[in-house]
């Protein structure tokens, strides 16, 4: 049985009213969806607040979900609203953050070569791309951070960005590509690389 199968299943007896069902649910995504907010939310209280709301928002939309979508793409959009109103409530956006933490390295292709070089230059470059990244990712129009976001850190295919952001599929390509464009022009002058090059 696939994972969409079992959280269907899951999705099925909850909506019957198994409220046992529904903890498994938040269980098996409550870290994912919260690894997914902390790119919007810095505070790690704020984003524990903003994940339990959204699996509260989750649970009361739950007889309206038709299994269209699997249901880890549906609760990552309920997710990314509910972070973007609570931003908006309190009167600011995402906060720039300047360092990348260790599961995120482990996801660099160089990853290993990061780590390994520990010369003081070596560690203010990184640290400068990695602000660099961030400062640029903060700074993309929200439709373009949020599609990189959800391709790059969370690892999801094009058709569940597709889903989630409620857009085709071409223009979630088209949205990560000018993403991954804007942070290779603002990359080149500390790489040191040709414009004929990303990276």
Do not use: H
């Not at 990244?133 to 599609?147: D, K, S, Y």
């Amino acid at each position: 049985m696939s994972d969409r199968e079992v959280d269907q299943q899951l999705v099925e007896r909850a909506q019957q009213g198994d409220k046992r069902a529904f903890e498994l649910l938040v269980a098996k995504y409550q870290r994912k969806l919260g690894r997914l907010l902390s790119r919007f939310i810095r505070d790690p209280a704020e984003v524990e607040d903003v994940a339990q709301e959204a699996f509260i928002k989750a649970y009361r939309a739950l007889p309206s979900f038709r299994g269209e979508s699997a249901f880890y793409t549906w609760l990552y959009r309920i997710g990314i609203n509910t972070a973007k109103n609570y931003l908006v409530a309190m009167g600011r956006r995402a906060p720039t953050t300047t360092e990348f933490d260790s599961e995120e390295a482990e996801g660099f292709e160089d990853g290993d070569q990061l780590r390994d070089v520990n010369t003081p230059e070596a560690e203010l470059m990184t640290k400068e791309i990695a602000t660099t990244v961030n400062e640029t990712m903060q700074a993309l129009p929200e439709e373009l951070r949020t599609a990189i976001t959800l391709r790059e850190i969370e690892g999801l295919s094009y058709e569940d960005i597709a889903t989630i952001m409620n857009c085709p599929i071409g223009t979630v390509r088209s949205r990560i590509f000018r993403a991954r464009e804007t942070i290779a022009e603002r990359l080149r002058p500390l790489l040191g690389t040709s414009k004929d090059k990303r990276w």
